[in-house]
């Protein structure tokens, strides 16, 4: 399990070489399901308010429950996240991604950042056919730092495949 933490930080926070990224992504096999966040079930948790989508406080949330995907069983994932608006200065905003209850791994986004994407990666199967996807703030951004916003309704997706 700490080996794909490990590789998810690596690979969606883009610090992995850009041919190892593309030798990863043409030996994994494509994820046939992407799961889209997109209005009207899309949860978004702000306890500091803000503009819509925004996060910076530790326990704020982006989320999704995607039911009958057809996927009976995950074991590969790639993400897709597009951020429509990063406004941090000076300061990272951690984020564990959680599936149906299992963390698959931590992630930082940084100051002017616009997109996550990683490669295919294998995860611990995960039993389908529905999907709870959720990016849960594990540290808070100090005041006037800044905060990040996901765009949703087509942009920003999770992929989930056998």
Known sequence: MKRILVFLVAAIACSLPATTMASAAQAAPRVPTKLTYSTPNFQWLSQGGGSPYHLWTQGDYWQQTFTNTGVASATKLKVNLVFDDNSLTGANLG????????????????????????????????????????????????????????????????????
């Open 95 to 162: 984020l564990d991604l959680i599936i149906n209850g299992t963390t698959l791994g931590h992630v930082s986004v940084h100051p002017g950042q616009t997109s996550l994407i990683s490669p295919v990666l294998t995860i611990p199967a995960i039993s389908g056919p529905d999907y709870t996807v959720e990016w849960l703030v594990t540290s808070t951004v100090p005041p006037g730092r800044g905060s990040v916003s996901l765009s949703i309704n087509g942009p920003s997706w999770v992929g989930v495949g056998p």
